[in-house]
């Protein structure tokens, strides 16, 4: 079932299906980025991508593609075809109709009550199926759809834009821009991939911030996007209910949700009426010594939003909090060359490193550059389950 070689063929047919796939990284949400080739006597006879929840997924999409030519021919998968029925037909149902004679299947579903069930289906057609062909690549194409499943938290991104000295503000808060437009755009389309857009209390009083995505509506049809559909959900931080009711975000269109305390929901009825007149969602999350638990709130917005990857844009405390909490999966530093100087802001409060040994490990992945700004992108050695 897990053949050790795969030929050159097979690996071109399945690095094509992982292009496809990525073509959805920005639009599938919360459904995992999916791709397919169908390949008849050496030909690509159809191709799919799915592309948003509610439509056709990658393999109905090439075998409506490819017709009759289907039969007999081999497909290449970037994830083991559904076996249920949702908003959509089972995929694995549609292959054993369509008389596929072979599936290449990069992935397992990461689902533990869905894995094995699709391929399951096709072998029991007596179609043959051979798994882990570029799997590593495939998983990189939906790192939050797998960790929902598997732990029951979302991917998290923590993003931070800092001077050279790592500062992020001046010491009145100022802070507009350090980076460049380049780097700012990057941004944006980070946000457009998150299923949520997570700030605290701290910045939203400091900058009154829209937390929205601002991209051109060209470059929104490249990533599958429209003006609406490229909107995160919007979360902020806030233990005591301090937030304003004339933020900025209020006026805006779409959900935002404001994590407290349970006393604070307790204490403030009148002012959670105020906030439930704006239209504002309170989630009450456990709390210590006002600080909010990071995992409730991580726990929630997987399993009651169905959110694949958060983006965390905050404060120095915030995203310090993130970072003790063992749960940030990759790390942005978007860096600009520039000093602010030793009484600007730093990136992050870190009350747990007072010595050597308690410095927190990161590992570099990548480092990129937009325009006359670098991002670092990198990931804690240890990441929390």
């Known amino acids: 079932m897990r053949p050790s070689h795969f030929s050159g063929v097979d690996v071109e047919h399945m690095q094509r299906a992982i292009e496809l796939a990525d073509k959805g990284r920005y639009s599938t949400k919360p459904n995992p980025a999916v791709g397919c080739v169908l390949v008849k006597d050496g030909q690509v006879v159809g191709e799919g991508w799915h592309q948003q929840a509610g439509l056709p997924h990658a393999e109905r999409i090439a075998l409506a593609q490819a017709g009759e030519l289907a039969s007999g021919a081999t497909a290449y998968v970037t994830l083991e075809p559904c076996s249920h029925t949702g908003r959509t037909p089972p995929c694995a149902d549609g292959l054993v109709e369509a008389g596929v004679a072979k599936v290449f299947v990069a992935m397992l579903d990461p689902n533990p009550l869905v894995a094995g069930k699709g391929i399951y289906k096709l072998t029991q057609a007596n179609i043959i199926v051979k ?42 808060g100022e802070s507009q821009w350090i980076t460049g437009e380049e780097a700012r755009i990057e941004v944006h389309k980070m946000r457009a991939r998150s299923g949520a857009l997570l700030t605290g209390i701290g910045t939203v009083l400091a900058d009154d911030p829209s937390l929205t995505v601002r991209l051109p509506a060209e470059t929104l049809a490249e990533m599958n996007l429209t003006s609406e559909s490229c909107q995160p959900l919007r979360v902020v931080l806030d233990p005591y209910l301090s937030m304003p009711l004339e933020s900025k975000m209020f006026d805006l269109s779409g959900r935002i949700i404001i994590m407290t305390s349970r006393d604070s929901v307790k204490a403030n009825p009148e ?3 105020l906030f439930q007149a704006k239209k504002v969602e309170l989630v009450a999350v456990a ?48 860096v600009a060359p520039s000093l602010l100087g030793h009484l600007a802001k730093p990136m992050f409060v870190l009350p747990s490193v007072e010595h050597m040994a308690d ?7 990548s480092v990129e550059t937009f325009g006359e700004d670098i991002c670092i992108i990198s990931k804690p050695i240890v990441v929390r389950n």
């Open 359 to 365: 410095k927190i490990q990161l590992q570099i992945g």
């Open 271 to 273: 002012l959670v009426e």
């Open 131 to 172: 798994i882990g062909l570029l799997e590593d690549q495939a998983k990189q194409l939906n790192p939050g759809f797998i960790r929902k499943m598997q732990n029951k938290l979302p991917f998290v991104r923590l993003k931070m834009a800092s001077s050279l000295d790592g500062r992020t503000a001046m010491a009145d």
């Open 287 to 334: 709390a210590e010594d006002g600080r909010l638990d990071i995992r409730s709130i991580l726990n929630y917005l997987a399993e009651e939003e169905n959110v694949n990857e958060v983006m965390v844009e905050s404060g120095a405390i915030v995203a310090g909090a993130f970072i003790e909490s063992g749960l940030v999966n990759e790390l942005y530093c978007f």
